[in-house]
Nanobody, 122 residues
Framework: QVQLAESGGGSAQAGGSLNLSCTAS????????MAWFRQAPGKDREGVAV????????YYNDGLKGRFTISEDRARKTLYLQMNSLKPEDTAMYYC???????????????WGQGTQVTVSS
């Protein structure tokens, strides 16, 4: 069972940036789909971005496109989420997820991390 560990969360001012990391306990070559989700208090888990086949294809939540960038370093077994121009509404717990199936931005992934908190103040 692969273990995922997110890091890089914290507090930021509106307009600032954060870079989240998600490190897997095993090689990720077997997982064709890697994604970031977020969940704010009282809200459903929301897909942020997904990366297929080592970065061959990426997809983003339409509302976040242009501010967030998903990428991967397979040698380091790490998935990244660069977040720029942060807004208070980006405040949430951010999770990474892996699966061999292509769930796109649906929260049906098999493997999940514990999450890292992002708080953006105005």
């Amino acid at each position: 069972q692969v273990q995922l560990a997110e890091s890089g969360g914290g507090s930021a001012q509106a307009g600032g940036s954060l870079n989240l990391s998600c490190t897997a306990s095993t090689d990720t070559y077997f997982y064709s789909c890697m994604a970031w989700f977020r969940q704010a208090p009282g809200k459903d888990r929301e897909g942020v971005a997904v990366l297929y086949n080592g970065g061959f294809r990426t997809y983003y939540n339409d509302g976040l496109k242009g501010r967030f960038t998903i990428s991967e370093d397979r040698a380091r077994k790490t998935l990244y989420l660069q977040m720029n121009s942060l807004k208070p509404e980006d405040t949430a717990m951010y999770y990474c997820a892996l699966d061999r199936n292509g769930w796109m931005l649906l929260p049906k992934y098999l493997h999940w991390g514990q999450g890292t908190q992002v708080t953006v103040s105005s």
